[in-house]
Every structure is written in C-alpha cells, then in structure tokens.
C-alpha cells in the first residue's frame, strides 16, 4: 500500500537517517509526522541508492539511544539490547499493509540469527487507542520478537521516520549500517546477508 505514491522519491530522500546507505525501497505509507525542531537524532543524509541483491554495510553514523516500554511489559533500551549484538530495528504499525507483510519474515530471521545474537526490536506507531490490535497481530502470526510502544513518535522523530515501515541495521557499537525503506519480497535476503555480516565482524573481534 502506497499513500502519496507521487511523493515517494521525495519521501526516500529525506527520511533517512545518519548518511544512510538506502539498501532498498519496497512498499510504504506515510507517517506523515513533523521533525523539524528535535534534538538528539541522526542527521540529515544524502541518500545513495541500491536495490541489488548485491548488498553491502556501511557505516553511516550512530544510532540514537532510546528506551520504550514493551508491548509485554518493561522496558527496553537499544544500548542494553546491543550489547548482546546487532539489532535490527523496524518501524511499524498494525494499520500499515507492508509492515503486516514485513513482520512475519522479521521473525524468521529472528529465530535463525536471536541465537547467534540478534535482536528484533519492533517499534509501533500506532496511536494508543490502537495498541490494543498489536497482541492480537502478533499472536496470530507466531511473532517472538519484542514490540515497543512508540505512541507519542518521540522515537519515530529521532530517526526521522516520515514513512512506515522504515527498518535500520545497528552494529553493536550502536551504528546505524543498513536502512530500508518500505518492505518487498526478497528484502528479508539483503537484511539477511547484512546481518550475516555484522556477526562475522563481531565474531572476529570476539575471538581476538
């Protein structure tokens, strides 16, 4: 689904966050939510366009720090979740059609590479009266990654997310390597490859 769909280059060349590296573009709607005036979020990028399978890491800037609460409840922090490795952070919502089709293939690669240190953080935008859709979603779809509630945007803002969904890679040392905006078939297989190439990095170092 595609809200806007003459404003998407636009769109792809002003929300990225951190000098981000734009892996790829699939299917997105807008969040339509301002970000002028915030501090404490990744800079304007000039965008560098690729949608080959050929994919690549780059390292284009930290990644904010934030902590959410949980859908399950708690709270979570990135720099707590980065400590146990890469994170793949995904902004979503329940009413966003590409989200819905992104998230179940998120959990696979959730299932294949959590144990080798991966984490899945799922951040929903959905207003809070809307909350109450994100346990039923996740339920019936076998999802085991953990969502946060982002009802306010703060988060949303840091990393100037105007379009859902709008997914980053973060190495461990909290850089923002990989960002993908929207969500297509065969996405999961660069995201899948990156990841592969995190943990290779961070198994070279931790065997040193």
Request: aromatic share 8%.
């Amino acid at each position: 689904m595609n809200l806007r769909a003459s404003t998407n280059r636009d769109r792809a060349s002003t929300i990225l966050a951190a000098g981000l590296l734009l892996t790829s573009v699939g299917g997105f709607v807008a969040l339509d939510r301002a970000t002028a005036g915030e501090t404490d979020r990744a800079p304007a990028p000039t965008p560098t366009p690729s949608v080959s399978l050929n994919v690549h890491v780059e390292d284009m800037g930290p990644a904010p720090d934030f902590q959410l609460e949980s859908f399950a409840g708690g709270k979570v922090r990135l720099s707590d979740a980065l400590k146990r490795g890469p994170v793949l952070l995904d902004f979503w919502a329940t009413w966003c059609g590409p989200c819905r089709m992104a998230l179940p293939h998120y959990e696979s690669l959730n299932e294949s590479y959590g144990p080798r240190g991966l984490t899945v953080l799922a951040v929903s935008e959905d207003d809070p009266d809307g909350q109450a859709a994100i346990g039923p979603f996740f339920e019936k779809n076998g999802l085991g990654f953990t969502a946060l509630l982002d009802g306010k945007k703060e988060v949303a803002r840091k990393y100037r997310v105007q379009s859902l969904p709008s997914t980053f890679l973060i190495s461990p040392k909290g850089r923002i390597m990989a960002f993908h905006l929207g969500f297509r078939p065969g996405m999961e297989k660069e995201l899948a490859a990156q990841i592969e190439m995190l943990l290779a990095v961070q198994g070279t170092r931790e065997s040193r």
